[in-house]
């Protein structure tokens, strides 16, 4: 297992393992995206029925995604700034004071990672309740509005992330570069701007990436701090839960996508620096020479052109329709047998003969079972459409029955008409 | 060396705009960002649950009836304690250590061939590929799990097409994919502490410890192991304390029976809208996990200061 | 360039908490002189250099540059350049933007800054070298550029702060002569900062020799050398057998003390002559290249008779390690005059020396690295 001495069996248990391992953490995300280009209108990859790209339509057609799109932006801008110069400063604060004091404050600097992420969304939005109301601002006052607190209980903890990355690299200057710019006439605001910042300059970058990011996709401050508005991540949570369609598959291929070709550029910009610095030739040719991760990343936008060219005049009606008409046959063969061998086995809220019907219909019910806590009533239940497709086509209304299923506690009297779905329009 | 105040001797050292600006955003992140709102938090959590009309009246008064909820129930339950909060507090407790410990076997032989074994560019892609998982929203992982473990997902598919299985076996009502997610959700977490810390551990310690005839096995527990240990605790206490509070993956993924702690608090909040009755609920979590992480740490002799690097 | 100009230093005391860091330092450094402190490491001599620059406050006294005092006048003010001991070139700069540096922080347009580093790189012999990165140098290019950028500055003092230290030894003594070489031609006031005697004695003007924060002697090199004021110095500076032992006798500058070895005659250090007093702690210091193996005219008080215990033949010497009875070392020097040699180790000879070039001083701490 350490290296090459060790013998040819080792070898193989450890090259098994990782590849399970990266199995692990590929797999799901694969037949994710898989599922995205099925016609099933439940994210399956087997039967595999047609191919079809109708699922992004809808994603891109989805009102309320979009809305979430664009706050979930304008929050992270917020963060990333925030965060950026809240930990820039901490980092700064913690190679200045005392060493004595030093291992405490770093404690509760980073405290805020450790800290489930709703501790965190709740003590925010309890803060600023408080503020508002010993200020005596209205309700809608910028203390209550959803953006705003959802900013400030993300900086939080991303400050800390933020702090992290610039530490990292502070460890590496040399202070006495400081001191030299001072003597050679500098005052502190032009030795900072001039040295420290210069050097900070990858670390700011690489802070404001992590910040985007945690931010983009925070769910569990997020639910707490958004009030009545909906971020992205706090949208796609409510559509999972609400029922699974390949809309969402769709989403992650987007997802996925752009994260390979960003981590594939990353990796072809680094490399290509490297080699700059040991002296090989600049230039657009020089860029992909000897740089498979150049390559790749070419190839990857290449693809995605080639599918996107494909999908423009790809048309799955036909097959569609004999997708149908096998499935029917399918179904009129099992019928009398056996209830349906993709039925779950517990008791699900739809009734049994309407799922084998339509088999996007049972999975749907599948859905509610898991996120529904028994004894409940799923009163609000999305009106049942006669076809999948349908269904998604106007998620805002259903929505928000299994929202509540599912954090339902058992014992706790379900509110029928609770207040956040009023809030949610 | 004269004496001068520290506050002044900062502002000189870093300049009047500079020193300012530190100043301020770091006591704007600890007052306004940290510790008031947990203040906030903790005051709301002795408060009675008022109408807003009776808020600030003489019925306001400080209490500690939301603890006292959460141990004994409603009053004349006839348990004598709260067998279904406490419960669920407790099973959430126990599983996300459960996840934290099957987290560390999983990701213990990836971070340490990432740390003695791979070179160059070999780690390197293997470094972007534990990263680029990250990028994808944590929701979506948990969807992904959703689709491959629900009851017509790939793996019961599979198993009936193979006829190993006769009927779908239900992986979310047995809180399989419920754990499965959680570890996959913060692999990351778990490995990079690992890899920081077996990574600073020089290869000829391991080379002579085989020089001196000991089994692959004892290496480790014996030199790899032990010198992994703040590694080993910061990994642990990270994801141990996410798991704990995880809340989108025990929704999306969790069985209908087995609720996480983090949704009762959700319901507190939005479904019986009793705020107080959440943040009390809340602080149970932060303090039980911090008490829980702070006792193995001192288990392990393993400082707080080490954590995060 | 602006000429050199004196710096004063003022019963100096610097305090770190309860440490005190350097102790009552009175120095006169005269304008355009190349003056070096001399001390092993945390003698308090960084300190010092760093109170001169700014980036410390003396907790008492005063430092005056060109007569004024610096109090509370921060680094960027002062009339003085730092050359730091890993020498802190800009490494996100290219040469040229490193020299220009203290141009670019008083607003000189980016012409006339490239105009003046190509002068510098000129005078330290990188021309043409400017738009490459520090990386991209050798240790002793860098060693150049960081003199030429605390030029630029237009210093009236330059404070170097071990800056050979990093170099290897050919490189290092190569530098000596070429920073002497500079300091004549910019006519600046050098503080030099060193823990290598060789660099002091070489190339000062003066040479102030430091220990444990207390500036022990003063002098120009020979001084230093010859007639040490302290134990320490005379310990630190170049090698010296050292024999403790007590005053017999004072006559005419010059003392007979016993030692383990006998009664030894030596001329009194300068510094020490009011305070050393008969029956007094002494030590005499003899040089290995002191003793030697027949002086006409020794007598018993400038014979040691010992025993050889080892032999280095390293060319132009010879180096003889010898033993006396009573157990204590000493070191002999021979110059090679094409007949040394012994009778080999395990033989018994005799070591004399003129008492003019022993020293006797009140005892005291030596240096820790003899």
Redesign the interface.
């Known amino acids: 297992m350490t290296g090459r001495r060790s013998p040819r069996w080792s070898q193989w248990v450890i090259g098994a393992y990782l590849l399970l391992f990266f199995a692990y953490l590929f797999g799901p995300l694969l037949i994710m995206a898989v599922t995205a280009f099925n016609s099933s209108s439940f994210p399956r990859v087997s039967p595999w029925e047609c191919l079809t790209f109708e699922w992004f339509v809808r994603l891109v057609e989805d009102q309320r995604l979009m809305q979430g799109l664009r706050n979930s932006l304008i929050i992270a801008f917020g963060v990333v700034v925030l965060s950026v110069a809240i930990g820039l400063a901490g980092a700064l604060f913690l190679t200045q004071i005392a060493a004595r004091s030093r291992a405490g404050t770093y404690t509760v600097f980073i405290s805020p990672i450790l800290m489930p992420g709703v501790v965190l969304g709740i003590a925010t939005v309890l803060f600023w309740d408080r503020v508002a109301g010993s200020i005596g601002m209205a309700y809608g006052g910028l203390f209550y509005d959803g953006i705003f607190l959802t900013v400030l209980g993300q900086s939080c903890f991303i400050a800390s992330y933020c702090l992290l990355v610039f530490l990292a690299r502070l460890q590496r200057f040399d202070s006495q570069l400081i001191d030299a710019a001072l003597d050679l006439g500098a005052t502190n605001t032009q030795a900072f701007r001039r040295i420290l910042l210069p050097f900070l300059k990858p670390a700011i970058g690489g802070a404001a990436v992590i910040a985007f990011l945690a931010s983009f996709e925070n769910y569990n401050t997020t639910v707490f701090t958004i009030s009545f508005y909906n971020t992205f991540t706090v949208e796609v949570a409510q559509k999972v839960r609400l029922g699974i369609d390949p809309t969402i598959s769709a989403l992650a291929v987007i997802v996925i996508a752009i994260s390979l070709v960003a981590a594939l550029a990353n990796e072809a910009g680094q490399s290509h620096q490297q080699r700059r610095l040991e002296g090989h030739g600049r230039g657009f040719v020089a860029f992909f020479t000897r740089n498979p991760a150049a390559v790749l990343a070419a190839l990857a936008v290449g693809v995605i052109v080639v599918v996107l060219a494909f999908a423009v005049q790809h048309d799955p009606a036909a097959c569609k329709a004999r997708a149908l008409e096998q499935r029917l046959e399918r179904q009129q063969q099992y019928q009398p047998a056996t209830p349906a061998p993709a039925a779950p086995t517990q008791s699900a809220p739809a009734a049994p003969g309407a799922r084998d019907l339509n088999p996007g219909q049972g999975s749907f019910g599948d859905v509610f079972r898991g996120g529904l806590a028994p004894g409940s009533t799923p009163t609000p239940e999305p009106t049942p459409a006669p076809t999948p497709d349908t269904r998604s086509l106007n998620p805002g209304q259903g929505m928000f029955g299994d929202v509540f299923g599912g954090g339902l506690a058992p014992g706790t009297t379900p509110a029928p008409e609770s207040h956040e779905g009023d809030s949610e329009e | ?2 004496k001068r105040s520290w506050l002044g001797g ?1 502002l000189d ?3 009047q ?2 020193g300012l ?6 006591s ?3 007052l ?3 510790i ?6 903790i ?2 959590s002795l408060r009675h649950d008022l109408p807003a009309a009776q ?1 600030g009246g003489p019925q306001d008064v400080w209490t500690f009836e939301n603890y006292r909820h959460f141990i004994f129930g409603l009053p004349g339950n006839p348990d004598g304690w709260n067998r ?1 909060d406490v419960g ?1 507090f407790g099973r959430t407790i126990v599983a996300a250590a459960f996840v934290t410990i099957l987290n560390l076997v ?1 990701c213990y ?2 971070a ?2 990432l740390a ?2 791979a070179r160059g560019r070999q780690a ?1 892609v293997m470094a ?6 990250y ?14 473990f ?5 793996i019961n ?1 599979t198993l ?2 193979l006829g190993i299985i006769d ?2 076996i ?1 992986f ?2 047995a809180d399989i994919a419920l754990y499965a997610g959680l570890g ?1 959700a913060y ?1 990351l977490l778990m490995v990079f502490p690992l890899y920081n810390a077996i990574e600073s551990l020089d290869r000829n310690q ?1 080379e002579a410890a ?1 020089d001196l005839g000991a089994p ?1 096995w004892r ?1 480790h527990t014996r030199i790899v192991l032990p010198f992994a240990k703040p590694g080993i605790t910061s990994g642990c ?2 994801v141990f ?2 798991a ?5 993956a025990p ?7 087995n ?1 996480w702690f ?6 507190q ?5 009793n ?1 107080p009755r ?2 009390a609920y ?2 149970i ?2 303090v039980a ?2 008490l829980l ?1 702070l006792l193995v740490m001192r288990l392990f002799k393993v ?3 080490e ?2 690097k | 360039m602006a000429g050199g100009v004196s710096v004063e230093l003022d019963r100096l005391l610097v305090q770190f908490d309860e440490f005190v860091a350097v102790r009552d330092a009175n120095v006169r450094i005269e304008p355009g002189e190349f003056f070096s402190f001399l001390g092993p490491s945390g003698c308090g001599k960084t300190t010092i250099l760093r109170t001169i620059s700014g980036f410390l406050e003396p907790t008492s006294g005063a430092v005056r540059i060109d007569g004024k005092d610096m109090a509370f006048i921060g680094p960027n003010k002062r009339p003085t350049a730092l050359i730091f001991q890993n020498l802190a070139l800009f490494p996100l700069m290219t040469v040229w933007e490193n020299i220009a540096f203290a141009l670019e922080m008083k607003g000189v347009g980016a012409a006339d800054r490239r105009k003046h580093a190509d002068e510098l790189l000129a005078l330290i012999a990188l021309d043409g070298q400017g738009d490459k990165y520090v990386h991209e140098l050798s240790g002793g290019q860098k060693q150049r550029v960081a003199i030429a950028r605390a030029l630029c500055a237009e210093p009236s003092v330059l404070l170097l702060d071990e800056p050979l230290s990093a170099l290897d030894l050919k490189l290092r003594q190569h530098m000596r002569t070429e920073l002497r070489t500079i300091q004549r031609r910019v006519g600046l006031t050098f503080i030099y900062i060193t823990h290598d005697q060789g660099e002091a004695l070489t190339m000062s003007d003066h040479v102030a020799v430091m220990r444990e924060g207390v500036i022990e002697q003063i002098g120009d090199g020979r001084t230093i050398y010859d007639d040490p004021a302290t134990a320490f110095v005379a310990s630190f500076v170049g090698e010296n057998n050292a024999l403790p032992g007590r005053v017999a006798e004072i006559r005419d500058g010059v003392a007979l003390v016993d030692t383990s070895v006998g009664r030894l005659r030596a001329r009194i250090a300068t510094a020490a002559r009011d305070r050393l007093r008969t029956d007094a702690e002494a030590i005499v210091f003899i040089r290995p290249e002191a003793l030697d193996l027949d002086i006409a005219g020794a007598s018993a008080e400038t014979t040691i008779q010992a025993t050889v215990i080892g032999e280095e033949f390293e060319g132009p010497n010879m180096h003889l390690q010898l033993r006396h009875d009573g157990g204590a070392e000493l070191r002999v020097s021979l110059v090679n005059k094409g007949r040394t040699g012994t009778a080999g180790i395990g033989s018994s000879l005799a070591a004399a020396f003129d008492p003019m070039k022993a020293v006797a001083l009140p005892s005291g701490a030596l240096s820790a690295e003899e």
């Not at chain 2, 983090?262 to 319901?267: A, F, K, N, S, V």
Request: hydrophobic letters at 60%; proline letters at 4%; a positive charge.
């Open positions: 060396m004269a900062f050292r870093n300049g705009a500079l600006y530190i100043l301020l955003a770091v704007f992140w600890l306004f960002l940290i008031l709102p947990q203040l906030a938090m005051d709301f808020q279904l669920v999983i032989p990836v340490y061939y003695q074994v390197r972007v590929a534990l990263v680029v998982p990028w994808v929203n944590e929701i979506l992982r948990a969807f992904a799990f959703r689709i491959i629900g009851a017509t997902g790939v598919s009936l097409t009927l779908p239900d979310i009502r996959y692999v391991i085989r692959w290496i206490t990270m304390m996410l704990a509070g995880a809340l989108a929704q999306i993924l969790g069985g209908p029976s609720l983090t949704q009762l608090i959700y319901g909040f939005f479904e019986s809208v705020w959440g943040a809340a602080i979590l932060l996990c911090t992480v400082r707080l200061g954590i995060g």
